[in-house]
């Protein structure tokens, strides 16, 4: 797994804003429930972020990286992938969480982002410009839902993507990055012993192909989850990610 239970997010630069942050129950359009989390700022800019966790699914971790982005005007909704298999259940470290992913579909996720749009469209802003951002499975779920004009993204976010993992029968992202329409960025760390550097240069030449905008950082001594406010030693590393994406959101936020 990514992250367990006593990892948090670095803090985002800058000054802290006030927030609210609720646990929500959002129901998606073929019927599931399933467990979420809003953050909304005291004074929001034109951008709100959906987050895709990592394995585990919904958990600590990704409620308090979505108050982090609002501290900074943006409003977010993190989301979970179990509803249809595991319920509204704790995803805590305890959670067996392989035999869901195991079950996990495309197409029914898409169904799940759809509702989270609709959150932030009723408690954001419908002309706002939405954006993914995700983490190891949450990541490849964050470019593979970039590959479809649906969502009408701004842009999507991949921190430790893997490359390999076919998710319910729709290929790995290293097999279908041609497919990607909306402007990517992805950050990986060189240190990954899950994910060879040959594979990501791999993934951003096939991103060159397609000529859409796009940005692949490695960060050479870097490891796996490294974006974790305990790992002091790469602190610059992820004080340079959130620079990165926060430059990334405003460079493709209509003013």
Not at 104 to 131: M, P
Not at 135 to 145: A, E, I, Q, R
Request: with cysteine; charged share 20%; net charge negative.
């Amino acid at each position: 797994m990514c992250y367990d239970d006593n990892a948090r997010p670095p803090l985002p630069p800058g000054e802290a804003g006030a927030t609210r942050g609720e646990d929500l129950v959002l129901t998606a359009g073929d019927g599931n429930r399933f467990m979420a989390y809003g953050a909304h700022p005291s004074k929001p800019t034109d951008a709100q972020i959906i987050i895709y966790p990592d394995v585990r699914g919904l958990h600590q971790f990704y409620k308090e990286l979505a108050l982090r982005f609002a501290e900074v005007g943006i409003t977010a909704v993190a989301v979970d992938y179990f509803g249809r298999t595991a319920g509204l259940t704790s995803r805590d470290e305890s959670f067996e969480f392989m035999p869901h992913v195991q079950q996990l579909r495309i197409d029914a996720f898409a169904q799940d982002v759809h509702a989270a749009l609709g959150y932030l469209s009723e408690h954001g802003s419908a002309s706002a410009a939405t954006f993914t951002v995700g983490f190891c499975m949450g990541g490849s779920l964050s470019f593979t839902t970039g590959m479809d004009v649906s969502f009408g993204f701004a842009g999507v976010i991949g921190f430790y993507a893997g490359m390999t993992r076919a998710f319910g029968g729709k290929g790995t992202i290293l097999e279908r990055a041609e497919e990607v329409v909306y402007p990517a960025l992805g950050l990986f760390g060189g240190a990954d012993q899950g994910i060879p550097v040959s594979n990501v240069h791999e993934f951003d030449q096939k991103l060159d192909k397609t000529g859409v905008e796009h940005q692949i950082i490695i960060y050479p001594n870097a490891p796996h989850s490294f974006f974790d406010r305990r790992a002091a030693e790469y602190a610059q590393e992820s004080a340079d990610a959130w620079k990165q994406i926060l430059n990334f959101i405003a460079a493709h936020t209509p003013k």
